[in-house]
Protein backbone atom coordinates (compact mmCIF):
# COMPACT_ATOMS: atom_id res chain seq x y z
CA UNK A 1 0.00 0.00 0.00
CA UNK A 2 1.26 3.09 -1.09
CA UNK A 3 2.32 5.82 1.47
CA UNK A 4 2.32 9.62 0.24
CA UNK A 5 3.16 12.65 1.95
CA UNK A 6 -0.47 14.83 1.41
CA UNK A 7 0.69 18.72 2.55
CA UNK A 8 3.35 17.35 4.80
CA UNK A 9 1.23 14.63 6.86
CA UNK A 10 1.77 10.74 5.68
CA UNK A 11 -1.33 8.88 4.32
CA UNK A 12 -1.59 5.30 3.46
CA UNK A 13 -3.76 4.65 0.47
CA UNK A 14 -4.88 0.92 -1.01
CA UNK A 15 -2.95 0.53 -4.36
CA UNK A 16 -4.49 2.41 -7.24
CA UNK A 17 -6.14 5.00 -5.38
CA UNK A 18 -6.08 7.83 -7.49
CA UNK A 19 -4.58 11.25 -5.86
CA UNK A 20 -7.78 13.01 -6.24
CA UNK A 21 -9.26 10.09 -4.32
CA UNK A 22 -6.25 10.43 -1.83
CA UNK A 23 -7.44 13.76 -1.01
CA UNK A 24 -10.73 13.00 -0.05
CA UNK A 25 -9.97 10.39 1.81
CA UNK A 26 -6.64 12.25 3.78
CA UNK A 27 -8.37 15.73 3.63
CA UNK A 28 -11.48 17.95 2.44
CA UNK A 29 -10.66 17.52 -0.96
CA UNK A 30 -9.56 21.04 -1.59
CA UNK A 31 -6.52 21.23 -4.45
CA UNK A 32 -6.27 25.01 -5.14
CA UNK A 33 -7.42 28.73 -4.49
CA UNK A 34 -9.32 30.46 -8.03
CA UNK A 35 -7.70 33.94 -8.83
CA UNK A 36 -10.41 35.02 -6.68
CA UNK A 37 -9.32 33.65 -4.22
CA UNK A 38 -12.27 30.73 -3.43
CA UNK A 39 -10.92 26.75 -2.82
CA UNK A 40 -11.76 24.50 -5.48
CA UNK A 41 -12.18 21.07 -6.21
CA UNK A 42 -12.33 18.00 -8.32
CA UNK A 43 -15.55 18.08 -10.46
CA UNK A 44 -15.49 15.71 -13.39
CA UNK A 45 -12.91 13.31 -12.08
CA UNK A 46 -11.57 12.53 -15.74
CA UNK A 47 -9.65 15.50 -16.57
CA UNK A 48 -11.23 18.09 -18.45
CA UNK A 49 -12.29 20.58 -15.78
CA UNK A 50 -8.68 21.08 -14.90
CA UNK A 51 -10.09 21.62 -11.19
CA UNK A 52 -7.94 19.02 -9.52
CA UNK A 53 -4.38 20.24 -10.04
CA UNK A 54 -2.10 19.55 -7.34
CA UNK A 55 1.55 20.36 -7.16
CA UNK A 56 3.39 16.66 -7.01
CA UNK A 57 6.71 15.84 -6.30
CA UNK A 58 7.08 19.04 -8.00
CA UNK A 59 5.35 19.57 -11.07
CA UNK A 60 1.84 20.65 -11.75
CA UNK A 61 -0.61 17.33 -12.14
CA UNK A 62 -3.93 16.32 -12.67
CA UNK A 63 -5.10 14.74 -9.03
CA UNK A 64 -7.69 12.59 -10.91
CA UNK A 65 -5.50 10.95 -13.27
CA UNK A 66 -2.31 10.20 -11.05
CA UNK A 67 -2.13 7.22 -9.34
CA UNK A 68 -0.68 7.51 -5.93
CA UNK A 69 2.69 5.72 -5.68
CA UNK A 70 5.10 5.35 -2.48
CA UNK A 71 6.97 8.58 -1.72
CA UNK A 72 4.68 11.27 -3.07
CA UNK A 73 5.02 14.17 -2.48
CA UNK A 74 1.37 16.12 -3.25
CA UNK A 75 0.87 19.81 -2.23
CA UNK A 76 -2.53 21.61 -2.68
CA UNK A 77 -4.24 24.55 -1.86
CA UNK A 78 -4.44 23.48 2.27
Known amino acids: MPELLLDGRALTVAEGTSVAAAL ?5 GCTRRSVSGQRRAPLCGMGICQECRVTIDGRRRLACQTLCRDGMQVQTCS
Not at 24 to 28: C, E, P, Q
Open 24 to 28: ALGSD
